[in-house]
């Protein structure tokens, strides 16, 4: 089965730096790779996916990720982060359950990003 | 709007009575699964349900109960609920199988459940 290790509990950073989010995953077989955001007192939002094709994908809102299949990681990164990035961020991985279907996620603890002004 | 609803939002019961947790969504979507949020541990999936009368276990079913009796309603049920079941729980959908190719869930707000 697989596992997702996320690297830092809680990162602070100020207002307009760079922040990296680190996420690491157990398998080095073909998987799908996500990022979720989660807001303060709210649900789960999915931020980007890896699928297949390039290595690195964009969120509409700036965050990129670069998949590293030799490193099985994952990490999540910004140039320039805003107060209103400050929020849990849950990297996951796609797994199959026994009859070989992918029917669950598997989530890391979670990074909790909180940006000072 | 594409929504997940869930309720209650926040509950506070005691040991051994029984209650249930609504979740529904307006999406059509035929996946529906709950996972339960716990400090340091991430989200860990619950029960999951491919569609109406399917149901399978996730990684930690003890204690709890599903039903899919229509394809918008995915109830979790506490028939004995005790002080380790204390938690934050999320219902997600989605179009197809929540890890499969170019899948989204949808996450509810959470319902924050004490057991005292």
């Known amino acids: 089965a697989q596992s997702v290790t996320q690297l830092d509990s809680q990162v602070p950073v100020f207002e307009e730096a760079p922040v990296e989010l680190r996420c690491n995953y157990s398998?080095?077989?073909?998987?799908?790779l996500f990022w979720y955001v989660q807001y303060p007192n709210q649900g789960l939002q999915l931020l980007l996916k890896?699928?297949?094709?390039?290595?690195l994908v964009e969120s509409i809102n700036g965050f990129e990720a670069e998949f590293n299949k030799s490193q099985t990681s994952f990490h999540l990164r910004k140039p320039s982060v805003h107060i209103s990035d400050t929020a849990e961020y849950f990297c996951a991985v796609s797994d199959r359950d026994l009859a070989g279907g992918y029917n669950k996620l598997i989530f890391g603890a979670g990074t909790r990003l909180a940006v000072h002004p | 709007e594409a929504q997940v609803t869930q309720n209650p939002r926040y509950l506070i019961t005691v040991t051994g009575k029984k209650l249930t947790v609504t979740c529904s969504q307006n999406?059509?979507?035929?996946?529906m699964s709950w996972y339960r949020q716990d400090p340091g541990l991430g989200l860990r999936q619950i029960y999951y349900s491919m569609n109406v009368e399917v149901t399978d276990k996730g990684d930690v079913p003890e204690g709890y109960k599903v039903s899919r009796k229509e394809k918008r309603n995915f109830p979790l049920i506490l028939e004995s609920p005790s002080p380790n079941q204390t938690s934050l729980y999320f219902c997600?959908?989605?179009?197809?199988?929540?890890?499969?190719?170019?899948?989204?869930?949808?996450f509810g707000q959470g319902t924050r459940l004490t057991v005292v």
């Open positions: 999406m059509n979507h035929e996946y």
């Open positions: 398998s080095s077989v073909s998987v799908y």
């Open positions: 997600a959908s989605s179009r197809i199988a929540v890890g499969a190719l170019n899948t989204e869930a949808f």
């Open positions: 890896y699928l297949s094709g390039s290595t």
